[in-house]
């Protein structure tokens, strides 16, 4: 929206956009003012009007349309799992019944609020990662309302996310292993399918789900690469896994296997193709289902309590995976093509291991001088 004079006429006039119930973008143009505070004041009548003529629904009808179309909007099924859950457990209760036009952005700030000072049913607040995780849904609601032409503008985009202090019941930074953690820990597995499937999380860095989707055609036991393309997950409308894309484009990629993991996977290779019915398609952890989630945590509880070692979670191997690459010096670019990051991310995944670096660095400059 705008105001600009008709140098034609020497009046005054505005114009710009907005979007029908239909979704299609209606430009519009008035002329004839004679000062360009009439146009602006004009301008302003016109787009209330034109707010108070658009029809309106209730979030929770909006909720359904959202999900009745999810097909169309082009959206991963776990994030239509995820605004699902979100949405019956945090948001529904108190803004189901209300209008759309309830939702400005004076309104959700306050009941952002409103929601940081309540408490969840085990007694504890909601942390600012929730609270933003909330507000993410939200925002994927209000920008289908924009495009159905029910809203003019998606007020989340007005609010920044919450950047609140780490209090005494956030999580915890996640746990790693150093390289000796690992190889004794190692050193106590006696199943070989788990020795491999432990060495390949913490020699990759690859994402669990993103183990879990790799199948034997996705590896090149002759060149040493791995193409990670794809993950799996049980974030589905029917709770039963899937295979789909991965978490971002440049989770796509190709990664080196060092000499040790390549042994074990051509030994593994070559007993899985003697198997009756063995195919390409076959995933490398499991067979003709992939490994889940519940068994690996399983089995690592298991060897962690024989080994002794820190508790960690399946996670934690990425996790470790990075902080050996980044301490030792190996470029950024290096690594975040690695792991599906850009440099930017990485250092801001892993802040904490670049910030006890720079203090390494500063305890070697003292002794040199």
């Given at each position: 929206m705008a105001q600009q004079k008709?140098?034609?006429?020497?009046?005054?006039?505005?114009?710009?956009?907005?979007?029908?119930?239909?979704?299609?973008?209606?430009?519009?143009?008035?002329?004839?003012?004679?000062?360009?505070?009439?146009?602006?004041?004009?301008?302003?009548?016109?787009?209330?009007?034109?707010?108070?003529?658009?029809?309106?629904?209730?979030?929770?009808?909006?909720?359904?349309?959202?999900?009745?179309?999810?097909?169309?909007?082009?959206?991963?099924?776990?994030?239509?799992v995820t605004d699902i859950s979100t949405y019956k457990v945090h948001i529904e209760e108190d803004l189901g019944q209300l209008p759309l036009t309830t939702f400005t952005v004076?309104?959700?700030?306050?009941?952002?609020?409103?929601?940081?000072?309540?408490?969840?049913?085990?007694?504890?607040?909601?942390?600012?990662?929730?609270?933003?995780?909330?507000?993410?849904?939200?925002?994927?609601?209000?920008?289908?309302?924009?495009?159905?032409?029910?809203?003019?503008?998606?007020?989340?985009?007005?609010?920044?996310?919450?950047?609140?202090?780490?209090?005494?019941?956030?999580k915890k930074r996640p746990v790693f292993w150093e390289q000796s953690t690992f190889n004794y820990f190692l050193s106590c597995v006696d199943d070989p399918y788990w020795y491999d499937v432990f060495l390949f999380l913490f020699g990759t860095g690859c994402r669990e789900g993103e183990m879990f989707?790799?199948?034997?055609?996705?590896?090149?036991?002759?060149?040493?690469?791995?193409?990670?393309?794809k993950t799996i997950t049980s974030k589905t409308t029917t709770g039963k896994w899937t295979i789909t894309s991965p978490k971002t484009e440049?989770?796509?990629?190709?990664?080196?296997?060092?000499?040790?993991?390549?042994?074990?996977?051509?030994?593994?290779?070559?007993?899985?193709?003697?198997?009756?019915?063995?195919?390409?398609?076959?995933f490398v952890f499991g067979h003709l289902a992939p490994l889940s989630r519940t068994q690996l945590a399983r089995f690592l509880d298991k060897y962690i309590e024989l080994s002794g070692v820190p508790r960690i979670t399946p996670h934690g191997f990425r996790h470790s995976h990075a902080t050996l690459l980044i301490r030792s010096g190996i470029d950024d670019q290096l690594i975040a093509d690695r792991l599906g990051h850009t440099p930017a991310e990485l250092r801001k995944t892993y802040a904490h291991i670049y910030a006890d670096s720079r203090k390494e660095m500063i305890q070697k400059l003292n002794e040199i001088f």
């Open positions: 008709d140098t034609k006429r020497g009046t005054w006039m505005f114009y710009g956009s907005c979007k029908d119930i239909t979704g299609k973008t209606q430009r519009y143009c008035r002329r004839g003012f004679k000062t360009k505070k009439e146009a602006k004041e004009a301008e302003h009548a016109f787009r209330l009007e034109m707010a108070s003529s658009r029809p309106t629904i209730t979030l929770n009808e909006l909720r359904h349309l959202y999900r009745s179309n999810s097909g169309s909007l082009e959206i991963k099924e776990s994030t239509l004076p309104f959700l700030d306050n009941w952002r609020t409103h929601i940081s000072k309540k408490k969840k049913k085990n007694g504890e607040p909601y942390s600012p990662r929730m609270i933003n995780k909330i507000m993410e849904t939200l925002s994927r609601y209000f920008a289908y309302a924009v495009r159905l032409g029910y809203m003019e503008y998606n007020p989340c985009h007005s609010l920044p996310a919450i950047k609140g202090s780490r209090g005494p019941n956030a989707a790799l199948q034997w055609a996705d590896i090149d036991l002759g060149s040493g690469k791995a193409h990670i393309s440049r989770s796509d990629r190709y990664i080196d296997l060092q000499d040790a993991l390549l042994v074990r996977l051509r030994a593994r290779f070559s007993a899985e193709k003697k198997k009756d019915g063995f195919s390409s398609s076959w």
